[in-house]
T-cell receptor, first 112, second 110 residues
Framework: SQTIHQWPATLVQPVGSPLSLECTVEGTSNPNLYWYRQAAGRGLQLLFYSVGIGQISSEVPQNLSASRPQDRQFILSSKKLLLSDSGFYLC???????????FGEGSRLTVL | AQSVTQLDSQVPVFEEAPVELRCNYSSSVSVYLFWYVQYPNQGLQLLLKYLSGSTLVKGINGFEAEFNKSQTSFHLRKPSVHISDTAEYFCAAAYNDMRFGAGTRLTVKP
């Protein structure tokens, strides 16, 4: 079966520190992968998506970056975190050919 | 640009009452529509989806939604809610990518 894992589940980081959130998918090959951010009381904002290894598209200019070093691995990074980077980060992949997204459990980032 | 609009940011309702969460989407020749539910500190879970065919779609936990092409709506309904239905609900539409509404917080009171 297809599964998706994110870690860490929670993270508290000081302003200016680096960030690395990891996401891995099992049970599927060459998935389309997505990173979303959900700020408090707001909807989901698409940050990055990837259709293959090394292929990253950015939706919103920011100090975050994404990489896809392996087919089923998607990493969200930052060199220097800002207070505004706080939020709930969700990784997802397309399940089937209907555009249905399957989400990981999320990573809650608090920048102090 | 394609977009999804959820008309209510918060919906309070008493237990066992009916509820409707409203969603409108940008018109498109072909669009797949979804409702997701998010419980606190968790990822999103698919409630139901409309791909084609019958305009009334039934999902998990007793929820259903009706696709209305003329009104470009996909409202979510449940005839009798439970305390456990308290959560954030997201409407989404798959165009070239997935577009989400801002979410509706459903609070079920005893």
């Amino acid at each position: 079966s297809q599964t998706i894992h994110q870690w860490p589940a929670t993270l508290v980081q000081p302003v200016g520190s680096p960030l690395s959130l990891e996401c891995t998918v099992e049970g599927t090959s060459n998935p389309n992968l997505y990173w979303y951010r959900q700020a408090a009381g707001r909807g989901l904002q698409l940050l990055f998506y990837s259709v293959g290894i090394g292929q990253i598209s950015s939706e919103v200019p920011q100090n975050l970056s994404a990489s896809r070093p392996q087919d089923r691995q998607f990493i969200l990074s930052s060199k220097k975190l800002l207070l505004s980077d706080s939020g709930f980060y969700l990784c997802a992949f397309i399940k089937g050919d209907t555009g249905e997204l399957f989400f990981g459990e999320g990573s809650r980032l608090t920048v102090l | 640009a394609q977009s999804v609009t959820q008309l209510d940011s918060q919906v309070p309702v008493f237990e066992e009452a009916p509820v409707e969460l409203r969603c409108n989407y940008s018109s498109s020749v072909s669009v797949y529509l979804f409702w997701y539910v998010q419980y606190p500190n968790q990822g999103l879970q698919l409630l139901l989806k409309y791909l084609s065919g019958s305009t009334l779609v039934k999902g998990i936990n007793g929820f259903e939604a009706e696709f209305n092409k003329s009104q470009t709506s996909f409202h979510l309904r449940k005839p009798s809610v439970h305390i456990s239905d308290t959560a954030e609900y997201f409407c989404a539409a798959a165009y070239n990518d997935m577009r989400f509404g801002a979410g509706t917080r459903l609070t079920v009171k005893p």
